[in-house]
């Protein structure tokens, strides 16, 4: 086997045009080369890679000691790198798009996933990646390209690379409780088939001020957006087996669409205070509150943990301001619904 301790870092350059005055840079939180990464404990199993789609709380992610991969993001035509907020802030970046005449995103190419993942093995230890859904991006195929890279170069390399099948703060709920087996020492195999298995058991919702970013994107038609602003009408949309976005229902005005989101945690959550629940804003972190103090009202949610955090850029140029969403662990598996089978499904984000 090429040892992997004396490779040379052949990364290659990553965009340097970010606007770095507002961010919320610490000495905890490392960044190099378009990866972002915390100090790891030593004595953890394996080295956990995700990526900056799992949408997380910049506090939540300081206290994980993992790589987060820095999904690259266009506004009129200048690339930056989605980067948990290090180099904008939410507001600042959702002011931004209000008004910017183009947004896009791109996948992360299978060369860079190659360098990314060459260099987390020469920790030495086994390295697991949970890539964003392929319900959304065409990455995780990327990555899995890659993978078959690495152990055409390194045989016995110890690589996991894995589609998470869940988009934004479900991605974190996962990547946290991978933490949480790693720390108690859960080897890395064991740990990969675990989170195979227990992706399928994380719901999540999300609604949305209006269909405008959709409208603009392509996803829905121009004349659906026009129509649900003049309504009040905010859509609910969830994900279906294969992490593919589909549409719950609609909803008359912001409160009513919060009320849902909160029943529909009471409704399946397992009443497990061990696990926490996940809220994602876009821009409208006083919604996000409020969604909270709903849920701290629900019976038997009065002292559970919740993890409010700001959706990345990369979800961000395709939802716009105004979403909020929810992700919450559940005993009984995620299967294809009814409304899955027969409502009709959202674009993905990029197929890149």
């Not at 610490?26 to 789609?53: L, Q």
């Not at 087996?241 to 009471?266: E, P, Y």
Request: overall charge negative.
């Amino acid at each position: 086997m090429n040892n992997l301790h004396s490779q040379d870092d052949q990364s290659s350059s990553m965009p340097t045009n970010l606007t770095s005055a507002s961010g919320v840079q610490t000495p905890d939180v490392f960044t190099s080369n378009g990866v972002v990464s915390t100090s790891v404990n030593p004595e953890r199993t394996c080295h956990i890679i995700a990526d900056s789609c799992a949408d997380f709380s910049f506090e939540t992610f300081k206290s994980l000691g993992i790589s987060c991969i820095c999904f690259p993001y266009l506004i009129d035509g200048e690339e930056y790198l989605d980067d948990i907020y290090q180099s904008t802030t939410p507001d600042a970046f959702y002011e931004r798009i209000v008004e910017a005449e183009s947004y896009s995103t791109t996948a992360v190419s299978p060369g860079r996933y190659f360098e990314i993942f060459e260099e987390a093995l020469k920790g030495g230890k086994p390295v697991i990646y949970a890539g964003f859904t392929g319900g959304l991006s065409s990455s995780i195929q990327n990555a899995l390209m890659a993978q078959e890279m690495i152990y055409s170069k390194y045989p016995e390399a110890e690589l996991y690379v894995f589609d998470n099948l869940l988009p934004s703060m479900s991605a974190e709920l996962l990547v946290v409780e991978m933490c949480k087996r790693a720390d108690q020492g859960m080897e890395a195999k064991d740990l990969y088939e675990w989170a195979l298995d227990a992706r399928y058991c994380i719901r999540g919702a999300f609604t949305l001020d209006s269909f405008e970013f959709l409208a603009k994107g392509g996803r829905i038609p121009n004349s659906a957006a026009t129509t649900s602003y003049k309504l009040g009408i905010k859509p609910e949309l969830s994900y279906d087996m294969k992490g593919s976005l589909t549409l719950r229902g609609i909803q008359r005005g912001r409160k009513r669409a919060l009320r849902s989101l909160a029943n529909f945690v009471a409704d399946s959550w397992d009443k497990n205070t061990d696990c926490p629940i996940a809220i994602g804003c876009a821009g409208c972190m006083e919604d996000g509150e409020a969604l909270k103090e709903l849920l701290h009202k629900q019976p038997g949610m009065e002292a559970v943990e919740i993890i409010l955090s700001s959706i990345s850029p990369v979800l961000g140029v395709h939802v716009g301001p105004g979403m909020v969403g929810v992700s919450f662990w559940t005993s009984k598996r995620r299967d294809r619904t009814m409304a899955d089978k027969f409502t009709s499904k959202v674009k993905s984000f990029g197929k890149e």
